[in-house]
């Protein structure tokens, strides 16, 4: 089964850089493992929410708007996207990756085709 | 080939299925590189390719399983009758209905739906929400399940322990949803008591090494061996010490004295069974001055250490009260006051108001009696708690 992780975490939190470093190397040992188990099906992380910007049709108006399109606390700072063989392994997949200890990461199911 | 057909039992699908694991290796290796493990890749990715089109087949016929599976009794004389299949199977939906990955409120339903007789309007009138509310919630646990790949099995060994923690939190706050129906409510709801006694006997028998298992059905059965006792004819909550122990149900409470021997026994002490040692010391006095509240306030230290929680310390400081009198208890009452989880529970300043009223402290006492009444939501306990006020104010 597919899934989607969103991978979560707080802008405003900032990480001292042996955080930051911890985290990186932390990730990128994680990717080479759910590659090697043939779990993860790629991945990445993305720009912060700064750099985002929101569309909408409207009216035949496109509306742009500058940011995250969702009002929280947390933000999507990057997404994997796995092939397991049920949740409670997706589940143990995105508990192991480093973002897990201080930020949150969404399991989403894809839609069956 | 041969894990694929063990576990899908078809070999056609096996078949295709690693056929398809070799072509999606050629399409990402040739852009990626061989991975370090290649079979075990292959193998993975086959068998979840299996695993998706079998889930996708049994969709449709988890319907018939969930009929069959639990509420229909047993026959032994059916041919097809086999203990050890629908012993799993039984096993395996209370862990699915009790997965984590489920709103809180839709394992109880899902649990209660399955493993019971309930139809939706009757567990809908239990929890006293529309029918339509529940049929939702049921709906929409069911979905999940089959969209997000929640296994229909007993977890693995390594998931077990934090599982059956989560299946026994489901079934004793079933019981205490029964348990604090008072009497003008929903016949229904109070059944809930039983439910979860049922469930939890159930329970038991499939799990017979699992301790907190025979823990929680002995604390919820020397809880409901008290029934008659703890409410007054008025309806209102009659406490501990003043309930006639003649009432309480002796077979019940030999029952738990049994399984809670055997389980603390297996030396592996829990909440459950802590909790359920507490209840039996209350149980085996005869009369309220007989209580060991030593052995209690013992209790209660074991029961900290393993479970910390300021609720917990709470009850410590009133059994260490009974035991070595009021201002003991009050001093640590006092220390929990501060306590995040405590603000806004009404027990903390019942609790504290006892102890005050006690020590002859009327003033502060019923200060603290109000305090409560503001916090507390039943309507048995309101009165009990102003009955209280009454006392020390009226002196």
């Known amino acids: 089964m597919k899934y989607m992780l969103f991978i979560c975490a707080d802008p405003d939190v900032k990480l001292t850089p042996e955080q930051e470093a911890e985290a990186s190397k932390g990730t990128e040992s994680w990717v080479k493992e759910m590659d090697g188990r043939g779990v993860r099906l790629q991945g990445d992380r993305l720009r912060p929410v700064s750099d985002a910007t929101t569309v909408r049709a409207r009216n035949k108006e496109v509306l742009i708007a500058d940011g995250p399109f969702a009002e929280t606390k947390e933000q999507i700072a990057g997404y994997d996207i796995l092939e397991c063989a049920d949740l409670d392994e997706a589940i143990e997949v995105a508990s192991k990756h480093p973002v897990a200890k201080f930020g949150v990461i969404e399991v989403r199911p894809f839609w069956p085709f | ?36 493990r290649p079979g075990a890749w292959l193998t993975t990715v086959a068998r979840n390719q299996a695993l998706d089109r079998l889930r996708r087949r049994a969709n449709e016929t988890i319907k018939l399983q969930e009929a069959t599976a639990l509420t229909t009794p047993s026959d032994p004389t059916d041919p097809n009758h086999d203990p050890e299949d629908i012993r799993d199977d039984r096993l395996r939906l209370i862990f699915t209905c009790c997965h ?5 409120e839709a394992r109880i339903a899902l649990t209660l739906r399955t493993l019971t007789g309930l139809t939706t309007a009757e567990i809908a009138r239990a929890f006293l929400v529309p029918e339509a509310t529940m049929a939702k919630r049921l709906v929409r646990a069911k979905h999940k399940i089959a969209d997000a790949g929640i296994p229909y099995r007993v977890p693995p060994t390594h998931l077990l322990p934090a599982r059956v923690t989560g299946v026994l939190a489901v079934l004793y706050l079933l019981f205490n949803e029964g348990y604090s129906a008072s009497s003008g409510d929903e016949p229904l709801r109070k059944n809930l008591s039983e439910d979860a006694i049922r469930l939890g006997r159930a329970l038991v028998q499939l799990m017979p090494d699992e301790p907190e298992a025979a823990g929680l059905l002995a604390l919820m059965l020397l809880q409901h061996s008290r029934r008659r006792a703890r409410i007054d004819s008025e309806g209102d909550l009659v406490a501990l010490e003043d309930q006639d122990r003649r009432r309480w149900e002796r077979d019940e409470i030999d029952e738990a004295t049994e399984l809670l021997d055997v389980a603390l026994r297996k030396g592996h002490v829990g909440p459950y069974q802590l909790q359920a040692a507490i209840a039996e010391c209350h149980a085996g006095a005869s009369d309220a001055a007989a209580t060991d509240w030593v052995e209690i306030a013992g209790l209660y230290k074991q029961l900290v250490a393993i479970m910390p929680s300021p609720v917990v310390e709470l009850n410590r400081a009133v059994a260490i ?14 220390a929990l006051a501060d306590a995040r989880e405590l603000q806004g529970y009404y027990l903390l300043h019942a609790k504290r ?3 005050l009223r006690r020590l002859g402290r009327s003033i502060e006492a019923a200060e603290s009696y109000r305090l409560a009444l503001a916090l507390t939501g039943s309507d048995a306990e309101r009165r009990f708690l102003a009955r209280r006020l009454d006392e020390v104010t009226s002196s």
């Open chain 2, 353 to 355: 108001a006892d102890l």
């Open chain 2, 1 to 36: 080939m041969a894990t694929l057909i063990r576990i899908t039992g078809d070999w056609d699908l096996a078949e295709e299925c690693a056929q398809d694991a070799f072509e999606k290796a050629f399409k990402r290796w040739s852009a990626e590189g061989v991975p370090n």
């Open chain 2, 100 to 104: 984590p990955a489920l709103p809180f």
């Open chain 2, 321 to 334: 009260a009974m035991a070595d009198g009021p201002a003991a208890g009050l001093v640590l009452v006092e």
